[in-house]
């Protein structure tokens, strides 16, 4: 028995390894296009490792759409696009049934798939859709397959959304409703570019030759390394701190004086997100286990679209991150 462990262990390390080279591979090949966003790279590859959709927001101009096309040239992923619009209707991101006639006379329905069966499916500016389009992305996100006129539909695997947001100050912006919010595994936000990473962008993206993404990945790669990513060991130390943080994040006696502050707070599904991030998170640095460290950096990410403030807090100044902040504190 101890031997059989031991080789399943030996295996895992083994296949840690290369799928982490491979992950390394695909990070600097993103790198080499989009620049000075090295911290919103490493995110989206995490969500996607860990099975889960991101959320992209930044004001428009910072290369949003060019990194999920990238993602998908370097992860040689299926990727289509969406450009949400208020007059965008479900069918136009599910498909629609039409009715079609043989040369004998018979009619039936014959369903059209539409955009969002693909593997990386960019919703680009979602919240500038009504709810009731943005909803049409619901049971998609969660349960893998959609249905049209009572027939399921599965959908490829993998499939991942990473959808672009404009600060919600902007006009003509619908809010996300909260459950929508709560399929994100994270909320990425995308600042502007330092000095010399803009000054990189000038030389780079102006001249008669602009670097093209290339693939460093597959498909079939990228689902090995997310099943690899839930085979991660954790440690005890580690989802105590998961449990402490997403629970401390909850109005309640565990989130002690803080607890005034938060209207409503992250549901077990921030757990799970957090337990897999971690994993992810790690073995892109090529590491086989994920530290307390971990836990604190992607807290922010994981928590802040999943709480809301009270009233108070709000008139008082207070912002998520500064109370994530202060729970993260009461960690490490």
């Known amino acids: 028995m101890a031997e059989s462990v031991e080789k399943l262990e030996d295996g895992i390390v ?18 080499s296009v989009i620049f000075g966003q090295d911290r919103v790279i490493e995110n989206t590859l995490v969500t996607i490792l860990s099975g889960g959709h991101a959320l992209l927001i930044g004001v428009p101009g910072l290369a949003k ?42 009619r039936s329905f014959r369903f059209i798939s539409g955009p969002v069966f693909a593997q990386l499916l960019m919703a680009d500016e979602i919240n500038r859709a009504s709810p009731r389009t943005q909803s049409a992305l619901l049971q998609a996100m969660q349960e893998q397959h959609i249905t049209v006129a009572g027939a399921r539909h599965d959908l490829p695997k993998p499939f991942h959304v990473l959808a672009t947001q404009n600060p919600l100050e902007q006009e003509g912006t619908y809010p996300l409703p909260e ?60 989802v105590e701190a998961i449990l402490s943080l997403v629970r401390s994040a909850r109005p309640g006696e565990e989130s002690g004086e803080t607890g005034k502050f938060i209207a409503w707070g992250p549901g077990p599904r921030a757990s799970q997100s957090l337990m897999l991030a971690v994993r992810a998170r790690a073995l892109i640095d090529g590491r086989l286990a994920p530290s307390i460290d971990d836990v604190l950096d992607l807290a922010e990410p994981i928590l802040k679209h999943r709480m809301a403030l009270t009233f108070q807090a709000r008139a008082e100044g207070r912002t998520i991150p500064d109370v994530i902040r202060q729970l993260k504190a009461r960690i490490g």
């Open 14 to 31: 083994r296949s840690a390894e290369q799928v982490s080279s491979q992950i390394r591979a695909a990070k600097d090949a993103i790198a």
């Open 65 to 106: 759409t060019k990194l999920v096309e990238t993602l998908g040239v370097t992860l040689g992923l299926d990727a289509k696009r969406i450009q949400f619009t208020p007059d965008l209707m479900p069918s136009d991101i599910l498909g629609a049934e039409v009715l079609d006639e043989s040369t004998a006379g018979k």
């Open 179 to 238: 459950a929508q919010l709560d399929r994100f595994l994270m909320e990425i936000d995308v600042d502007y570019p330092d000095r010399d990473a803009e000054r990189r962008i000038l030389f780079e993206t102006t001249g008669a030759e602009e670097t093209l993404a290339r693939g460093s990945m597959n498909a079939d790669a990228l689902i090995t390394a997310q099943r690899l990513i839930r085979r991660l060991p954790v440690g005890d130390s580690v």
